[in-house]
């Protein structure tokens, strides 16, 4: 499973350089982002490659973070990869609260991160249909 940090940040001008400038500073590389807007404030998930140490600093400049556990599949580049990995979720009752594609750059494939209720189980059901659940 992976670590996501989810910061609420206001939705102004320069608000993502001040976020991505303070993780620079850290020297916290971002893997994955997705940002959803909701008038004044957004929420931004990020998949960083030091958690803890990106919610520290971001947690002491004053925002306010979310830690918690998604699942990250890979999946195949291919047409109908992302679709199978779905009906499969939905073969086993799982609902996906929301998700988004990253990109594992060693592989050159996408992988699915996804939140959905009791990770724990949801990962090691994948595994077991033949998954890799990183």
């Known amino acids: 499973m992976m670590?996501?940090?989810?910061?609420?940040?206001?939705n102004t001008k320069g608000a993502m350089r001040r976020i991505t400038s303070l993780l620079l500073e850290h020297g916290i590389n971002?893997?994955?982002?997705?940002?959803?807007?909701?008038?004044?404030f957004g929420v931004v998930r990020m998949i960083v490659s030091e958690p803890?140490?990106?919610?520290?600093?971001?947690?002491?400049a004053g925002y306010l973070c979310h830690r918690e556990k998604v699942i990250g599949v890979r999946i195949s580049?291919?047409?109908g990869s992302l679709d199978r990995l779905l009906a499969d979720l939905m073969e086993i009752n799982i609902n996906?609260?929301?998700?988004?594609?990253?990109?594992?750059?060693?592989r050159a494939a996408p992988i699915m991160v996804f939140r959905t209720l009791s990770a724990a189980e949801v990962a090691q059901s994948l595994q077991?249909?033949?998954y890799e659940v990183l």
């Open 96 to 106: 996906v609260e929301y998700l988004y594609i990253s990109f594992d750059r060693d």
């Open 128 to 130: 077991s249909r033949g």
């Open 77 to 79: 580049d291919a047409p």
């Open 52 to 60: 803890e140490k990106a919610r520290d600093a971001l947690e002491r």
């Open 3 to 10: 670590t996501q940090i989810s910061i609420f940040a206001e």
């Open 30 to 40: 971002i893997s994955s982002i997705l940002t959803n807007d909701s008038g004044e």
